[in-house]
């Protein structure tokens, strides 16, 4: 039998995570058969499906089931299913490395958190699949032939450093888990997986639903055998001796959303999502709704209570599987959730589809379309009832998925408007609470037209940007935009609930016009434009090769200059965006402001009354510019030369 046997080594970070298991930091071990029952559950919907496709298929889809077979005396469990098997190569592939590219960052962060409950909740998130049978074994066989054809494959390891693989002549089609069970723990009758009562109850609470029958040989209680009791839905070997077994499906079989809504749990509902999603955690929220009618389907959503580790990984999938009448159809159903909803898990059945249906005729599909879009605007009310009437879970899913959530300003225009009041944002008005749109709206100042923003790098660089002086002076807030996404939407939104949004490091602001309009400062206004206008048109001279114009500012207060964009132009971070994708801008020339009540620019112009055109002024110039450039966290570009400037200034200063 072992002959051709080969043995290997685990990849670095499965062997990690089998010591992890070994060690077992999780506390609740029965989560193991889930998983196995997961895996099993999952083999058979392949199977079904391999062969509705494939009409060559030779396979046995006759009696699908999974079957879970305990022997106390050897301290044995094996769970068993006639899905679609492995392949010698695929066992290599898929048990003995693990593909999930969010392994290794989860592992490093793993190792750093040194409490265990933190531990804990990390092996949580992520979700260990097939190697947390390790939490409760010593040593693991999986024996498994994949449908069609005849070769099987064993697979054994202890779970140190190695597995060994041989050719296995007597698998049957599908795949059998065995555990050869720790040494039984006499402290803790909690865990003694080798009785069947416990296993049937662990199933029962986590596994129900699965639609594929779970059959376990369960011993008659005594009594129930000797007088016949009713409700026995199958039995082997009916007239055998005393304490025969029978052989019982133990879980209900029903699928969760194709039952009423009040036959449901919340714990029914969480485990399911388990089964989908394999986090361990709960949802944060469930989502449910059913269609009649012409085109009718059931669905059943979550929202996670966390993001996963691959949300922003270019290969991560979408979380929504489509069924078709109770048959599994397809994974990562794009048709379904658009990208920015892309952490939505779930399960929709539609009634109407073919069971062939292909990811490309779904996404022409009238009917699927439109049956997106019921499923996009229920998620976005539920998250809608989450900012008014769940505060602290709209917190959660906002730390976990706004920044995903706000992908959809850029593409999702008929939602445009309710993504926008999903949205929450750091202001200036306070260091900690975030706000929305409709507070920020409602607590606008009398006369205030606009929704203002910065956007940045972070929130200590655009709260010291010069940008920001007169409108904390007048008591404006302003939103403060830290997102790299930020940068993107706030170009394609022009307004919210009709106030438009702007930029406050963009275009010419006008604080008196948005609140008191003052003749007196208008009178004085006046007055500095013609004072300045010879040095103002001399600096922009002076400059022509780095800023397209030089004017005065009613933004600032206490910093002499500052530079500002355009009302089209792009933003300086959207530029650095754009050049990291490769692609190739035409140089954007911004604004200098300058601040007339500055003692350097009204020196500065002064001096040039006196003096006219002159190298030092010249140099004055271009070190207001700089100054400017490094106030508002930008790079210089030439900052040998800025140096050597203030060096030569300072100098002369001593
Ligand atoms: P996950 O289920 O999260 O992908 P696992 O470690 O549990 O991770 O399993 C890895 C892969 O091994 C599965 O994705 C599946 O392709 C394969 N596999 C596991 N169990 C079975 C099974 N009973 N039948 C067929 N394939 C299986």
New binding site residues.
């Given amino acids: 039998m072992t002959t051709g046997s080969e043995t290997f080594e685990f990849q670095v970070e499965a062997r990690q995570l089998l010591q992890l298991m070994i060690h077992s930091i999780y506390s609740n071990k029965d989560v193991f058969l889930r998983?196995?029952v997961?895996?099993?559950s999952?083999?058979l919907d392949?199977l079904r499906l391999e062969s509705l496709r494939d009409g060559n298929l030779e396979a046995d889809t006759s009696d699908l089931h999974i079957a879970i077979e305990v022997d106390k005396e050897q301290r044995t469990l094996t769970?068993r299913?006639n899905?679609?098997?492995?392949s010698h190569d695929?066992?290599v592939q898929?048990?003995g490395t693990?593909?999930?590219s969010g392994t290794a960052k989860f592992l490093q962060e793993l190792k750093e958190s040194k409490d265990a409950a933190a531990s804990q909740d990390l092996i949580g998130q992520f979700?260990?699949?097939?190697?947390?049978s390790f939490m409760v074994a010593e040593g693991v066989t999986?024996l498994?032939r994949r449908a069609g054809e005849s070769q099987g494959t064993r697979w054994e390891s202890g779970g140190e450093g190695t597995y060994t693989i041989a050719p296995a002549d007597d698998a049957p089609q599908?795949?059998?888990?065995t555990l050869r069970l720790k040494p039984e723990d006499t402290e803790d009758a909690l865990y003694d997986y080798t009785s069947p009562w416990k296993i049937r109850e662990i199933v029962k609470r986590y596994s129900d639903f699965i639609t594929w029958p779970i059959r376990m040989a369960v011993e008659a209680p005594p009594k129930a055998a000797a007088e016949g009791a009713e409700g026995d839905e199958e039995s082997a070997g009916g007239s055998a001796a005393e304490a025969a077994p029978e052989v019982e499906t133990v879980n209900s079989m029903k699928a969760l959303w194709a039952r009423s809504k009040d036959e449901v749990t919340d714990d029914e509902y969480h485990e399911f999502y388990k089964h989908i999603s394999?986090d361990w955690n709960d949802p944060l929220e469930t989502i449910r709704m059913q269609a009649e009618g012409t085109f009718e389907y059931q669905s059943l959503l979550f929202i996670p209570s966390h993001a996963p580790q691959d949300l922003y990984m270019r290969d991560r999938k979408r979380g929504v599987q489509l069924y078709v009448k109770r048959v599994f159809i397809m994974d990562d159903c794009e048709a379904l959730m658009p990208e920015y909803l892309r952490f939505v898990k779930g399960v929709v059945d539609a009634a109407d589809l073919s069971l062939n249906v292909s990811r490309e005729a779904l996404q022409q599909d009238r009917q699927i379309q439109l049956m997106r879009r019921r499923l996009v605007k229920k998620v976005l009310s539920t998250v809608k009832d989450m900012v008014s009437g769940a505060p602290e879970r709209y917190t959660t899913f906002w730390k976990e998925f706004g920044p995903v959530l706000k992908e959809g300003l850029l593409g999702d225009f008929e939602n445009r408007e309710t993504i926008l009041g999903l949205c929450s944002f750091a202001t200036t008005r306070d260091a900690e609470e975030p706000t929305t749109l409709r507070q920020y709206v409602e607590r606008m100042k009398e006369g205030q037209e606009h929704i203002y923003f910065m956007t940045g790098e972070s929130r200590s660089i655009v709260e010291s940007s010069p940008h920001m002086e007169a409108f904390r002076d007048k008591g404006f807030e302003v939103l403060v935009l830290t997102d790299p996404i930020d940068e993107l939407w706030v170009d394609a939104v022009p307004e919210f609930d009709g106030k438009p949004l702007r930029s406050i490091a963009k275009g010419q602001v006008d604080l008196d016009g948005d609140g008191e309009k003052d003749a007196e400062t208008e009178a004085e206004r006046e007055r500095q434009k013609q004072d300045y206008a010879d040095l103002l048109s001399w600096m922009t001279t002076t400059l022509s090769d780095s800023v397209k114009e030089v004017r005065l500012s009613s933004r600032l207060t206490t910093s002499p200059a500052c530079v500002v964009g355009d009302t089209h132009d792009l933003s300086p971070q959207l530029q650095n965006i754009y050049k990291a994708m490769g692609q190739e801008l035409p140089e954007v020339k911004r604004i200098l402001e300058l601040n007339p009540t500055h003692p350097l620019v009204s020196g500065l112009r002064t001096a040039h009354g006196e003096r006219g055109d002159d190298a030092g002024l010249a140099e004055t110039a271009e070190l207001l510019h700089g100054m400017a450039l490094l106030a508002e966290g930008g790079e210089l570009t030439d900052p040998a030369r800025f140096i050597k400037l203030v060096a030569g200034r300072l100098e002369k200063s001593l």
């Fill in positions: 998983e196995l997961s895996n099993a999952d083999a392949k769970v299913d899905g679609i098997g492995m695929e066992v898929l048990i693990i593909a999930n979700g260990v699949g097939f190697y947390s999986l498994t599908g795949t059998a888990v394999h």
